[in-house]
């Protein structure tokens, strides 16, 4: 399955994964500082978050496209399901 996104949907993506990109680089530099862990998972939890919605953003990106898309074959539709339904839980 390619990751066929219109531009606007692309951009956005990349702009949430950039910011858990920073995110995540101030996790490591408070770890480095010696930050309070109350902080540091904080944090932590914030840069998890964003990367669950740039994932799901992509997934529903790409349910959207199977959708105006469908496989003819039922075999094909049960694939395609079964293949969105463990990206989808992959991000659970």
């Not at 790409?62 to 074959?73: A, I, R, S, V």
């Amino acid at each position: 399955m390619e990751l066929n996104m219109a531009a606007d949907e692309l951009k956005a993506a990349l702009n949430r994964l950039r910011r858990a990109q920073g995110q995540l680089a101030g996790v490591i530099k408070m770890i480095e500082d010696g930050r309070d862990c109350e902080e540091v998972i904080t944090q932590l939890a914030a840069v998890s978050r964003a990367l669950d919605r740039a994932g799901f953003s992509i997934i529903a990106t790409g349910l959207q496209h199977c959708l105006t898309e469908e496989p003819q074959e039922a075999e094909d539709r049960d694939r395609l399901r079964a293949r969105l339904e463990k990206l989808f839980l992959s991000l659970a």
